[in-house]
């Protein structure tokens, strides 16, 4: 059964502090690594695909990269607007995305 | 907007009652997909269309849930005889399809509440 665990379950930053949260998986033929951020009341929204161990991807504050058996998310000089809870799912040998229950955000000013 | 649409945003109704959720994919998406995100749970996958068909509807929790696709597009799900733990955020989500391993992008849910 694919599995997906997510830490820590909540973060708290100052304004600039870097830090990195973790996405452990197991799957039977990994097909690519979704990292999603989701604002209160709001739907997950898609940030990046990792499909293969050593592939990164940038976006602004954000870099993600992935292993054999793990993904980060590494934020850069957060900002405020940074808080959200960001979303870590796996898709292996069926259409599905199997969810970790996330990484709670919160960026201080 | 170009995004998911999903309809009501909001239902609260009676235990035991019917409901009907609305999903509209983005134009041209031909996958889709229902998740269901419980209070401090993750989210759970529920059914898949590809088209109008649902090769895998392996997450439907009980024979009180079905759901449909018509025209390729516009999707429902029911919930019959609601039960308080269906209580839930319902979110569709809709893919090209072209390629399975593209991201899912998803609407912003229906928040049913169940007296």
């Known amino acids: 059964e694919d599995q997906v665990t997510q830490s820590p379950e909540a973060l708290r930053l100052q304004e600039g502090e870097s830090s990195s949260l973790n996405c452990s998986y197991t799957?039977?033929?990994?097909?690519?690594l979704f990292w999603y951020r989701q604002d209160p009341g709001k739907g997950p929204e898609f940030l990046f695909t990792?499909?293969?161990a050593g592939e990164e991807k940038e976006k602004e504050r954000l870099k993600a990269t992935l292993t054999k058996k793990e993904s980060f998310l590494h934020i850069t000089a957060p900002k405020p607007e940074d808080s959200a809870t960001y979303l870590c799912?796996?898709?292996?040998?069926?259409?599905?995305?199997?969810f970790g229950k996330g990484t709670k955000l919160t960026v201080n000013p | 907007g170009a995004g998911v649409s999903q309809s009501p945003s909001n239902k609260v109704t009676e235990k035991g009652k019917d409901v009907e959720l609305r999903c509209d994919p983005i134009?041209?998406?031909?996958?889709l997909y229902w998740y269901r995100q419980s209070l401090g749970q993750g989210l759970e996958f529920l059914i898949y269309?590809?088209?109008?068909?649902?090769?895998?509807k392996s997450g439907l929790p009980s024979d009180r849930f079905s759901a449909e696709r018509t025209g390729g597009s516009v999707s429902t799900l029911t919930i019959q005889r609601t039960q308080q733990e269906d209580s839930a955020v319902y979110l569709c989500?809709?893919?090209?399809?072209?390629?399975?391993?593209?991201?899912?992008?998803f609407g912003d849910g229906t928040r049913l509440s169940i007296l």
């Open positions: 989500a809709s893919s090209p399809g072209m390629l399975s391993n593209q991201p899912q992008h």
């Open positions: 799957v039977s033929g990994l097909r690519g």
């Open positions: 990792l499909y293969s």
């Open positions: 799912a796996v898709q292996g040998g069926s259409e599905k995305l199997v």
């Open positions: 134009s041209g998406h031909t996958a």
């Open positions: 269309f590809q088209g109008n068909s649902a090769p895998d």
